[in-house]
């Protein structure tokens, strides 16, 4: 019987929410804080949650950790949503916790882009396949932020591995990711604009149907409301949410995107949901900019 992950497919054409990894205050997970923003996310209508994704600070986090973040999100999402666990670093460090992953009961995982800084394609196609092949059961989806990635490759992929069923891509230039899905597939996978909702309109109107989400951790409707405005074709409505994130998005993005995570943080922090610790390479906002921060999460509908 061939698998067709309809159920891994409904899930990425949706907001991807990318939870943050709270911590307490002697530097371990905040165990409880995290159960109370994944149910937070539930409540609010998410139904795609991607534990130990950049949001979720993957690269900080210990082995250990990123197992117990794991095993946290699959436990709170139950039959509430669909888990898409990253995974990555060195092959069998990915493989083991794709298993993991599998062996908890997640639909599919996220193959973070590999950090070495001499990539192949094939080798990226290498790279994939051994992942993909060692857990079948699961919706795989590659994280493609490689320019020079051809959508050969991932065709290549896809046929070896028919659960590579979707695409996190987060290229910033919507006029490749046009050119790259089309020559991957358009109709073969499900597309997620990687690159959350700054992104989101320009790459629905190029076939994207998803998009990835850190500010969903503060203010859920205000993702859900964008999406609702892309599915119908409401670019005008789309846009108008875009200009009210604009900001947020802008203060993640700034110096090379080096307080992304450090901002959604300080905006829940600011609404008493957890605390602001985010570990190195990342750091705290100065004063001005919390404030900041603060003024537009209180002023969104939370």
Known sequence: MTTTFETQRTALADVVAIPVTPFAEDGRVDQDAHRALLRRLLDGGITTLTPNGNTGEFYALSPEERRLVTELTVDEAGDRAVVLVG????????IASARHARELGAQMVMVHQPVHPYVSQNGWVDYHRAIAEAVPELGVVPYIRNAQLSGERLAELADHCPNVIGVKYAVPDAARFAAFARDAGLDRFVWVAGLAEPYAPSYF?????????????VAPSVSLNMIEALRSGDYPGAMKVWEQIRRFEELRAANGSANNVTVVKEALASLGLCRRDVRPPSRHLPEDERAEVAAIAAGWSI
């Open 87 to 94: 995974v990555g670093h060195d092959v069998p460090t990915a």
């Open 205 to 217: 109107s190029a076939g994207a149907t998803g998009f990835t989400s850190g500010l969903v951790n």
